[in-house]
């Protein structure tokens, strides 16, 4: 569904992709794991168009979406939830989730959906989405980007900061997705929540796609992730 | 009376540079210019139907606005999308507009200042004194369109999208609004606005290519007490300002008018940088 072909980023004169590719089947996870500075931000910020690749190419089904301008992108239905939440802060909780609804133009209907998925959001719905706690916060920045309809999801760091039931919570609703048909990538630094959800793991090193694996031979071989991402796995 | 005017349509114009740079984080140097353009444009309508003063001025009051915001849509166009919207580029460029809109206008339209006849003409009568009933007649209709942009701002897609990008432009990008659209739209918005201001104030005080100047310089002054990115802010100060300037021209001088409020600058940059109302920088 979506490929990711030869992909060269750069930040000014510096290189921080490097040939990046790879695949994304329907209702599939996949999760991006690597160290700090990898590279996992940008590949994710290259897919929504906010990055532009200097080469290569990026395709949504038949959409060559590098060709787009940034803000037609999301219209292809690819939902976006970055790193730190970024909501509107200022705008109340019912206005964040106008935004995700006014991409695609739909109607109540999703804004139901979407409500159903997170009940305690219909409960803020006029509090002004900077006042939320950090947990309601991940989820209104999920809600927002479900806005939009997504086939595909872009989740750069969703548990980061929350506590360990908000990180089940927001796990429960990426494996919800799945069974939704709607593909994710996931950023993620805690390796236990990506074993948890993932169908596969892309590790990240120097702006490269070093090694794609399914969780199971992670946990056969821990060596990896010491290899990648200096640290191991608990249990 | 007169500091009930002054502040209405100061309120307007400022509004029109909060906007730009609570959006665009653009200090847009050349917008006394758009005022002093709405001012000029009302003189060249009114005098295209001399003979019909009220449908004279009714013209302006719609094309005058039309005509600066196009002319804003191109300078977004030519030189601030150019420039990427950078802060310090954009103040450099805005000032080289300011000169290019001010020579422009004194070599097409002279030095001279030229008069404009008032749409109504009537004089409100009190037993201590009396007034312009057109003066009733701007402070309505300014406050009509300061109504109407509060409303459009809070309550219709457009201000959501205006407000999303203004508080985070990549995010906003991120659920399918072109940036650059609204940018330009929020640059045009905030002409009319200024030049709007201009046309209502054209009878009272004849249309002269310098006329930007003192608009300019008291539009800062409201948006930085009123806190510089709080619409709310910039028309609270906008009165405070008007207000104060109407009344102290009156009993003292302009001038002590201009120090006082220049001096109230300096004490809410000192004492509270982000103005009455503004947020501290996120």
Known sequence: MLKVDAINVFYGSVQVLRDVTFDLNPGEILCLLGRNGAGKTTILKSVIGQMKPRTGRISLEDIDLTALPPHEVPKQGIGYVPQGRRLFAELSVEENLQMGLLARRRGGDVRARVLDLFPVLRERLGQRAGTLSGGEQQMLATARALCLEPRILLLDEPTEGLMPIMIAKILEIVGTLREMGVATILVEQRVESALHVADRIAFIENGRVAEVMTPDRLRDDPRLLHQYVGVGVKG | MEGTVTAFVLALTALGLSLVFGVMRIVNVAHGEFFMLGAVLAWGFTALIPELPFWGFMLALLAAPVCV????????????????????????ATIGLLYILQQSVLTLYGPNAQPVVAPI????VLPWFGYSGYKLVVIGAAALLLIG????????????????????????????VPVKLVYAAVFALGAALAAIAGVLVVPLQQAHYLMGLDPLLLSFIVVIIGGLDSLKGTVVAAFIIGLSDGIISMFFSPTLAKIIATLAVALVLVWRPQGLFGARAR
């Open chain 2, 69 to 92: 915001a196009a002319i804003a849509v191109i300078a977004d166009a030519l030189v601030l999308r150019r420039l990427n919207y950078e802060p310090e580029a954009t103040i450099v």
């Open chain 2, 121 to 124: 003409s009537f004089r409100v």
């Open chain 2, 149 to 176: 942009v509060w409303y459009a701002i809070t309550r219709t897609k457009f201000g959501l999208v205006m407000r999303a990008t203004q508080f985070d432009r990549e995010t906003a990008q991120a659920f399918g």
